[in-house]
């Protein structure tokens, strides 16, 4: 007894006071979540819109911005939708506000149309060109014709069949854009200028003026030229056929929101939770080369 209070007396009471007050900071620290400083995050939904708006409309800066979020009863500082396109790499408006080509042909897809021909080797080697146009805004192919011998006299009826065809479905294209082969005659021109279509030639070696159709090409050699050996021209027509009526009203396209260019848009379904399985068949054309899935009925 003596030796323990030997031992108390080594510290003094403030000391023992102090180690109390510190062990009950220490907890209280452990099961308290520390407050955060300045000011709350702003809400991610809010930065998706700001800068779907700067993207959508590159005159508009921070200032503009915030005052479409403002009528939009979203409440908001301007300083912060500066901070958030800047966080993402978005410059000012004076250093984004300009026309690309990208742009300017989406903004005028409704007018635009643009054809092309194209090389198909056959089995034997033999050299067949087709002729084709697209749709900007809807993506709607049309496959004109193919031929072993593009004539400037075969050009010219195939414009007439586009424009009967351009009528048919009510079109609203003002301008054809082209590259400058030598087979698009002035007659081609002039066809197309009296139905109302002024023709855009494209720059030398500048394919992608011509993007949209350029695409399509690929697209068509990739998912069928490419795994189809063509026998002659009569069977080239037929693949084509098939693939033309596939990629019109079967095949999704993203610049459509996975829609297809003729047929409905594509509808949700919402199977229960205790189906673990869709009844989808599946259709093969041209021998299995393309493939079109739709539900059982």
Not at 217 to 226: A, F, G, K, N, V
Not at 229 to 243: K, S
Request: hydrophobic share 40%; glycine share 6%; aromatic share 8%.
């Amino acid at each position: 007894m003596h030796k323990l209070r030997q031992l108390l007396l080594l510290v003094c009471p403030e000391t023992v006071l102090r180690w109390h007050r510190d062990l009950l900071q220490r907890r209280r620290a452990a099961t308290c979540v520390p407050k955060r400083r300045g000011r709350p995050p702003t809400v991610r939904s809010i930065c998706a819109l700001a800068l779907g708006l700067a993207r959508e409309n590159s005159s508009w800066g921070y200032r503009r911005i915030h005052g479409e979020l403002v009528a939009l009863g979203i409440k908001v500082a301007a300083s912060t939708v500066w901070e958030i396109l800047k966080e993402h790499g978005i410059p000012p408006a004076l250093e984004r506000d300009g026309m690309t080509w990208a742009g300017f042909v989406r903004s005028q897809a409704e007018a635009l149309l643009a054809c092309d021909l194209f090389e198909v080797r056959t089995l034997s080697g033999a050299r067949l060109y087709v002729f084709a146009a697209i749709e900007h805004s809807t993506r709607r192919i049309r496959i004109l014709g193919a031929t072993a011998h593009p004539t400037a006299d075969w050009i010219v009826q195939l414009g007439r069949n586009l424009l009967m065809g351009l009528e048919d479905a009510g079109s609203k294209a003002k301008f054809l854009i082209r590259d400058r082969d030598s087979k698009f005659t002035a007659a081609f021109d002039a066809l197309l200028a009296d139905a109302g279509l002024k023709v855009v030639t494209t720059g030398i070696q500048t394919p992608r003026m011509n993007s949209v159709m350029e695409r399509w090409i690929q697209t068509c050699r990739h998912e069928l030229l490419d795994r189809t050996l063509i026998w002659n021209q009569r069977h080239l027509l037929h693949a084509l056929r098939e693939f033309e009526t596939f990629y019109n009203w079967h095949r999704p396209h993203r610049s459509l929101r996975q829609a297809t260019p003729l047929g409905p848009l594509p509808q949700w379904i919402n199977a229960p939770a205790e189906v673990r399985y869709l009844e989808v068949c599946r259709r093969d054309r041209l021998g299995g080369t393309l493939h079109k899935y739709q539900h059982a009925a």
